[in-house]
Structures are given as structure tokens and as C-alpha cells.
């Protein structure tokens, strides 16, 4: 009986996971009620100039990806994107205020205030096929990007092999 519950629990994990990356819609056809019925309730939402409305989707700190809904004014779902890509961080720019890194990337896993600094970091842990990486993005007191800094996620993911002492 538990080999069964095992594999129907599975089964449902699997199932879950379906919506994950919102893969089942459709741009140009799906609503955002559809988007939000199909991925759940947004991390965030912000609102374009324009009239779109970015929904944000983290699966940080375990998943690894925050996902962006972009739905039009006429609440037609445009896109779905990963924002936590190399092309993406490799946008990110000194001077580059907190509003535009958070259109870019959502929101961060983690922010922390850096009072000696008078900096605030925020943390987004991200994934590269299989590898993991751990990026901070650093502001200074005026809201602006002064530092970046991108680099493998050795607590996460140690090394191994011969060499790993």
C-alpha cells in the first residue's frame, strides 16, 4: 500500500510541476486569469508605462528561476520569461536604478542592509544548465547599481572530485 501512495504522490509532484513555467499557455491567446489560475498567485506585479503588467513567478531560493508574465493591457498574456539569465544579469549596469533592476530580474531572494557600507544587497540565487551561481547586486544610498558581482554557488554546490581539499 505505501509503494502505491509513494507513486501517486509522485505522480501529483509531477503534475504540480506542469505550471511551473507557465509552458501550457499561450501568448496571444491566454488571459491573465488563466496565467495566474495556471502559476498561482504572482511574487510581485508592476505595472509598465506602456499598460503591460509583469507578473512575477520565484521559485528562488530552491528553483533557481524567477519567471515574468508579461500581459497586455487588453489582459492577453504577451510572454512568459526566465529573468534570471546570463544575457539579463549581463545587462546589469553601474548607475542602473533599483526600479529597473527589478523589472529586469523581480524580486531578489534576499535583501539585506549594509549600514557601515550604506549599501543594500540584493541576492538572487540562479542556475546555469547545471551549474549553480549566486548573484548580489549592490546599491548605494541613492537607489543607483555601484557593484555586481556574479560568481559560482559554493555553499550550494561544493566541490567535488580529487582536488576538492
Sequence with gaps: MSKIAGFLAGLALLAGCASYS????????STRAEVEATMGRP??????????????????PFGREIYVATVGSDGVLRAIDRTLTRKNIAGLKEGMQTQQV??????????????????DVWEYPWREVSDLRILWVQFAADGQVREVIEMHDYESDPPSGPDKD
Excluded: H, I
Design 102 to 119: 527589478r523589472e529586469l530580474l523581480g524580486p531578489p531572494f534576499r535583501a539585506v542592509r549594509m549600514e557601515r557600507m550604506q549599501r
Design 22 to 29: 507557465g509552458s501550457s499557455l499561450a501568448p496571444g491567446k
Design 43 to 60: 511574487a510581485e506585479v508592476l505595472s509598465r508605462p506602456n499598460g503591460d503588467t509583469l507578473l512575477y513567478y520565484s521559485r528562488l
